[in-house]
């Protein structure tokens, strides 16, 4: 029996589907904070989502403190944008739409940014950790090594059992260095301290970042960090687990972990969007590198957990003023890595132009770094 | 303090085993009434951000759950709509309710991203918890100890009820099975409803279960995964618990290698689940009993 004419159900799903293009296009619609006449607007995109207790909440938590110090200046913010020409189309329009500054918050829009600006030699551009500019296109970003190290130095005096579980996305250069500089921080204070490194293949995958951390755990350690995209899973499972965490990215993923916080590195991008948009307003803006460290105001330690002894906050501290002062080096030689070769010879220091070409763990890091 | 390698393999084959496996016993039962989902991912992230959603709102995992299983057979009831009522092309349909799902997961889950629930917490049974080597599996939460009951639920479901004996015969001859008096349309909605059923409470499982996190596709592919699962348990609801545990097990043996220090590239052991099940189906392929229902994946026109 075939049914013939206007069929309810048919109407119905043409109906529903309808409604629900509504919603995403309303949604997926920017939103405007409109003060006054505005003397700057500025665009901004994000890879993810702007509450991920995460990346992208912290280059969005920047934002907010620049709309509060220069009230003048009008917001475009997108998330969920994909690399690519998805990204190069949100920047277009934003252009469109007056944005004289357009911040692309994430690695993979580097290239999509740079066609853009060349075709909008007026407007200025701003890429996180980028390596190439562009008359109109500066990048920004830190040494979080660092950082790390004092992370390290922490978790050294905390753990009891001498062990670090590090869930890790991808064994690329930085990351790898990030771990590098973390293990070293502790054993300065633990010279018997190990850390175990899982790589999971993928910057967001709760489930499969709760079931690294879960065997991290299992294999005894009880301080747990991580290099993905929303540390929450991992700081959620370590709480659960009686661990430690040490979070990165954003200072609010804290209250996942009430009693097993230590501290985090986080990014408190605000300052530096301030004098980005203040440039760009009084025309002194300029294409450069900027590139920050733990003495920069962006790249901060994050307040330390209850567990946290007040004596290990100041050896923190005290190390972080002699990194300051230039007396503390991370990748002062000699280092060997895990397989008893020596990478790092006795009088040699590395610097960040080493960074990038990283492809070993240190020794005491139980991991495969390729 | 560390725990033996064999019960955190077996802990983690479990953990990441059972929303394939709640997936895959859905998908059994939409193909075996003759209906490939390739939208399966898309009910399984409606079904996550729901229960997550109803959990953050309400405090309660049970109704969260619950939420979670009604959204994953509502949204799959779409389906229904497509391929049975409209009679559209299977794969196409499937493909469009899984995008349909990644975007509408999405919307719906804005807000709640970095909300913190308790989520489903894990009920320790007394005694068996501290066996040796098994004593982790029975620290798990509520849906990992129905996992296995629900399998054998869908298999007495299947092949020990009319009910089931309709809905096979539907999935093998449409045709015959109207002539035999019964509605195969209706069957094929009931099917997909139930289906959708467990897809919703895989999300949930993923969501308020294992990672307490909602969090944009973050299925990663194990809707696909769970499709796969049902051709390598070759249509069977029982077998299907091999299958999850198997690739299940294979995840977690590849974290549990990395974390143990095996001097193993790790691109290579990422892909140690998916070989392993390569070289199952491999094995597997050989028998001459090949199980697909007749009718899978084809339009039921109608008998005029």
Known sequence: MRHRGPHLLGVLLVLVISLALVVITMAGATQRTTAAPPKLIVGILHIGSVTDGGYNQAHAEGIRYMQRTLPQVEVIEVENIPEGADAERVMESMVQRGARLIIAASFGYLDPALNVAKRHPDVKFE?????????????????????FYLMGMAAGKMTKTHKAGFVVALPVSFFLANVNAFHLGARSVDPQFETRVVFTGTFLDPG??????????????????????????????????????????????QKFAPKGWISGLAFNWGPLYVRFARAVMDGTWK???IYGSVASDYLIIAPFGTAVPASVVRQVSASKQAMIGGQLRVFAGPIKDNRGVVRVAEGQILTDQDFGRMDWLAEGVVGQPR | ???????????????????????????????????????????????????FAITVQTGSAALGVLAGATAGSLFNLILALLVVTRRANQLASGLALMFFGVGLSALLGAPYIGSRIAGLNPLEIPTLAHLPYLGALFRSDILVYLAMPAAALVWWGLFRTRWGLSLRAVGENPTAAYAAGYSPRAIQYQALFIAGLFGGIAGAELSIGIAKTWAEWMTAGRGFIAVALVIFSRWHPLRTVWGAVLFGGAVALQLQLQARGASVSPFLLDTLPYLLSLGVVLIWAGGRHHAAPASLGRVFEGTE
């Open chain 1, 127 to 147: 890429h996180p950790s980028g390596y190439k500019l562009a008359p109109n296109l500066g990048t920004y970003w830190a040494n979080t090594q660092d950082g």
């Open chain 1, 208 to 253: 499969k970042e709760a079931t690294a951390a879960n065997a991290l755990l299992d294999q005894g350690a009880d301080v747990m960090a991580m290099i993905v995209d929303s540390p929450i899973t991992v700081v959620q499972v370590a709480e659960r687990r009686g661990a430690y965490s040490v979070g990165y990215h954003y200072v609010g993923v």
């Open chain 1, 287 to 289: 294409s450069e590198s």
């Open chain 2, 1 to 51: 303090m560390s725990v033996p390698f064999l019960e955190s393999v077996l802990l983690g084959a479990i953990l990441s085993g059972t929303p394939l496996l709640y997936a895959a016993l859905g998908e059994v039962i939409e193909e075996r009434a003759g209906i490939v989902n390739l939208g399966l991912e898309g009910v399984m992230l409606m079904g996550a951000v729901t229960s």
